[in-house]
């Protein structure tokens, strides 16, 4: 159980086009999920928390405006990273929280690693 | 301000026991996550604590003492397999999880 997908595993994309990563829990449903971003060795950095039928929660210092998210449903939330640069390359990788309780654990996607050219 | 701090690396032998430490120091408590990543993978969970204490997994453990703000996890058995980074992180009162940095754990034959 508590299975997370995301989709694709990897892509690779020119400067300037958006890139849209997909993020699925399969067998239970996530009234919340999370989208982190890690820089080789180094630790995951929260991006934003997605919340089913509202508007996504920002971190600090994260556009809100290049990585849009929608939580459309209680099975998926979409990172799509708009106007892609080189800079944005990183390995992006989603959660899902398994129940209604804050502390409920969160279960990792296998991730996306995004290459910009 | 918030913190969490974990050996960068360590090393074992197979076959072994090992004990990653962690300090965190938050905003208020509400548990603390043992996270295993292998290399360009995605963290899997391992442990959830909240109360004082040991809790026992297979060869895997995990350490609370919420007095101290001092968790550790203990591998028995080494394998090759569990050559990785083991994440820490310490959820605050706000329930967002304050990540650790990270300890590479190497094991050797």
């Known amino acids: 159980g508590a299975v997370v997908s995301q989709h694709p595993s990897w892509v690779i994309c020119k400067s300037g086009t958006s890139v849209k990563i997909e993020c699925r829990s399969l067998?239970?449903?996530?009234?919340?999920m999370f989208w982190y971003r890690q820089f080789p060795k180094q630790s995951l950095m929260l991006m934003a928390t997605s919340n089913e039928g509202s508007k996504a929660t920002y971190e600090q210092g994260v556009e809100k405006d290049k990585f849009l998210i929608n939580h459309a449903s209680l099975t998926l939330s979409t990172l799509t990273v708009t106007s892609a640069h080189p800079e944005d390359s990183s390995f992006y990788i989603c959660?899902?929280?398994?129940?209604?309780?804050?502390?409920?654990?969160?279960?990792f996607g296998p991730g996306t690693r995004l290459t910009v050219l | 301000g918030q913190n969490i701090d974990q050996p960068t690396e360590m090393t074992a032998t197979e076959g072994a026991i090992v004990q990653i430490n962690c300090t965190y120091q938050?905003?208020?408590?509400?548990?603390l996550f043992w996270y295993q990543q292998h290399a360009g993978e995605a963290p899997t969970f391992l442990s959830y604590?909240?109360l004082d204490g040991l809790e026992e997994k297979g060869r895997f453990s995990s350490f609370l003492s919420r007095s101290k703000g001092y968790s550790y996890l203990l591998l028995k058995e080494l394998q090759m397999k569990d050559s990785a980074s083991y994440l820490c992180a310490a959820m605050d009162s706000n329930y967002q999880l304050i990540w650790g940095a990270g300890t590479k754990l190497i094991i050797k034959p």
């Open positions: 959660s899902a929280r398994t129940g209604l309780a804050d502390t409920d654990t969160q279960y």
């Open positions: 938050t905003s208020g408590f509400n548990g």
């Open positions: 604590n909240v």
């Open positions: 067998d239970f449903q996530a009234t919340t």
